[in-house]
């Protein structure tokens, strides 16, 4: 009995301690999310902790990001070095209506009249044309330029207090009939050395699991099993990640249902130590779903896209590249210039 009253006690303390103690890491109370991955400097100024404008590498005004890396013909150069047979592998996805689409997100494509033109002429000509409804940067095989993720730092609905990549606001960019700025025409089209690590191959799995997180380890582990142990990164390099998760590409459901991706630990690696151009991979949005800290929603993108102004490939096709051992190629993709858009479609290529 003395012994259960000692430990009521106990209990009691410990429960009076945690409600006057350090609040929890939420959307009411970010200032309480110092020290966590996502988090840079040591002033909460923002939920990313520190501001993140300008922009070190780019500066002040930038709209173009890590896609600047392509205007610099030392990295086109080492990208087009990467071409030893001269196959070409189509890495994006076919778009269909029934494809894994975000939320609410749709895909749907008519052809008017059926066909849309003709018979004119002597020869009676005719043609069709499509006509395609649809978040036409943000669908199937997609490219997430810098209008499309952004951070939150005031109250409310204050638009002057959204910021996106270089500290640009939502007041300053967004309208009704698409971006003033960070719109995808801004950006550079990119000719990159890709590597691909082979996560699943090196776990020994056809596909990771939702929520799993792709550690340094296994990086290095899939560059050793790749037989690129000690390969040297370089900035402006376009890293690629393979966890299997498009083998349920079929299946929506599933596919949508979370899905294993990286962490914050490679995502400082990427943006930090490698400096690098493009990321990509084979899940909806190449961050771990979802991530095992419940305070980080996309944090991931938050880090690489707001902060850091790494453009990023999601939904790719990387099984041909895995069957065939390709790890290194020159990746190629120019985002559809359509001015104030958000992001792009369109279908990257990985040549050998």
Same mark, same amino acid.
């Given at each position: 009995?003395?012994?259960f009253?000692?430990?009521?006690l106990?209990?009691?303390?410990? $429960?009076?301690?945690?409600?006057?103690? /350090?609040?929890?890491?939420t959307?009411?109370?970010?200032q309480?999310?110092?020290?966590?991955p *996502?988090?840079?400097?040591?002033?909460?100024? #923002?939920?990313?902790?520190?501001?993140?404008?300008?922009?070190?590498? *780019?500066?002040?005004?930038d709209?173009?990001?890590s896609?600047?890396?392509?205007?610099k013909?030392?990295?086109?150069?080492?990208?087009?070095?990467?071409?030893?047979?001269?196959?070409?592998?189509?890495?994006?996805?076919?778009?269909?209506?029934?494809?894994? $689409?975000?939320?609410?997100?749709?895909?749907?494509?008519?052809?008017?009249?059926?066909?849309?033109?003709?018979?004119?002429?002597?020869?009676?000509?005719?043609?069709?044309?499509?006509?395609l409804?649809?978040?036409?940067?943000?669908v199937?095989?997609?490219?997430?330029?810098?209008?499309?993720?952004?951070?939150?730092?005031?109250?409310?609905?204050?638009? =002057?207090?959204?910021? *996106?990549?270089?500290?640009?606001?939502?007041?300053?960019?967004?309208?009704?009939?698409g971006?003033?700025?960070?719109?995808?025409? /801004?950006?550079?089209?990119?000719?990159?050395?890709?590597?691909? $690590?082979?996560?699943a191959?090196?776990?020994?799995?056809? =596909?990771?699991?939702?929520?799993?997180?792709?550690?340094?380890?296994?990086?290095?582990?899939?560059?050793?099993?790749?037989?690129?142990?000690?390969?040297?990164?370089?900035?402006?390099?376009?890293?690629i990640?393979r966890?299997?998760?498009?083998?349920?590409?079929?299946?929506?459901?599933?596919?949508?249902?979370?899905?294993?991706?990286?962490?914050?630990?490679?995502?400082?690696?990427?943006?930090?130590?490698v400096?690098?151009?493009? #990321?990509?991979?084979?899940? *909806?949005?190449?961050?771990?779903?979802?991530?095992?800290?419940?305070?980080?929603?996309?944090?991931?993108?938050?880090?690489?896209?707001?902060?850091?102004?790494?453009?990023?490939?999601?939904?790719? /096709?990387? =099984?041909?590249? =895995?069957?065939?051992?390709?790890?290194?190629?020159a990746?190629?993709?120019?985002?559809?210039p359509?001015?104030?858009?958000?992001?792009s479609m369109?279908?990257p290529?990985?040549?050998?």
């Open positions: 009995m003395k012994s009253g000692i430990a009521a106990a209990l009691a303390g410990t $429960l009076a301690f945690a409600g006057t103690g /350090k609040a929890e890491c959307a009411e109370n970010w309480d999310c110092a020290g966590k *996502w988090v840079d400097g040591d002033k909460m100024e #923002t939920p990313l902790g520190a501001k993140w404008w300008p922009n070190p590498l *780019w500066g002040a005004g709209e173009a990001g896609t600047n890396w392509y205007t013909p030392e990295v086109i150069m080492r990208a087009m070095a990467q071409v030893k047979t001269g196959k070409a592998f189509k890495i994006g996805h076919p778009y269909t209506a029934d494809m894994p $689409l975000f939320g609410a997100r749709k895909f749907t494509l008519r052809i008017p009249g059926a066909p849309t033109g003709g018979a004119f002429g002597g020869n009676q000509v005719m043609w069709n044309d499509e006509f409804a649809t978040e036409i940067g943000q199937g095989t997609q490219f997430d330029g810098l209008g499309h993720i952004g951070v939150n730092i005031g109250k409310g609905g204050n638009k =002057s207090e959204m910021r *996106w990549y270089n500290g640009i606001t939502a007041e300053e960019m967004i309208t009704p009939y971006l003033v700025k960070l719109g995808t025409e /801004k950006l550079h089209p990119i000719i990159a050395r890709g590597i691909m $690590l082979d996560i191959a090196v776990r020994g799995v056809d =596909s990771m699991q939702k929520g799993e997180v792709i550690t340094m380890e296994d990086v290095r582990a899939a560059l050793k099993k790749q037989g690129m142990e000690g390969f040297e990164f370089a900035e402006g390099d376009a890293i990640f966890t299997g998760w498009e083998k349920h590409w079929d299946n929506p459901a599933v596919y949508n249902d979370g899905c294993p991706g990286i962490g914050m630990e490679v995502a400082r690696w990427i943006a930090e130590d400096k690098a151009g493009v #990321t990509g991979g084979d899940t *909806w949005p190449v961050d771990a779903v979802p991530n095992p800290d419940p305070g980080c929603v996309f944090c991931v993108h938050t880090f690489l896209q707001t902060r850091h102004g790494i453009v990023n490939q999601e939904n790719l /096709k990387l =099984s041909e590249l =895995s069957a065939a051992g390709v790890y290194q190629f990746y190629v993709y120019s985002p559809a359509i001015t104030g858009a958000t992001g369109g279908a290529i990985a040549i050998h």
